[in-house]
């Protein structure tokens, strides 16, 4: 079987035209969501991207698929954030450094982190892309409670029990300070006080 010009291309670690025409629907998925979402369509997802509408399925399904794979890839960036900290640092020191990078991603990505919550409850592709998330970053933060000595068992008050509702307490907070334009900073200063002190460690 000959070999195509996309597979060369991944041979070498490039990407390829397929990849960056992907990329380019995300990029440009990401810049109308500044404005929310209601705009987006796949018109103007398709004429940012520079393809026709009709490439543009090529690709992605639906304008829904296309936010699905931009919550996809920015959380994706976070899980290998936190689960760095996790692999480089004393439990606390993994905990600040988590969400320290779970703020810094609502600054820098805030628009589809917002989409994210507010679409899960009726859209199913950004919801499962949502909840493996926060379902990744319990297991990572369960794993450092149980390194800083929180009974590993299924109980409501062992590890996984408390990283599940921490996490899920720290989505709320960023959110809610996005919506409002309250301080990231101050919310980074607030979530690092419980995570800890629920945790049993010091500051």
Known sequence: MPRTREDGSRRRGTPS?????????????????AGGPEGITVETLAKAAGISRGAFYFYFGSRNDVLAALVERTVTTLRAEVDAADAAAAPADALREGVRHTARMWREHGPVMRVAVEL?????????????????LAATTRRIAERAGVPAGTGPTDAGALTTALVWMTERTFYQATVTGTSLDEATTTLVHVWLTALGLRE
């Open 17 to 33: 035209k397929g990849d960056l025409r992907e990329r380019a629907i995300l990029d440009a998925a990401e810049q109308q969501l």
């Open 120 to 136: 899960s409850p009726t859209v199913p592709a950004v919801d499962e892309a949502w909840r493996s998330a926060v379902d990744a």
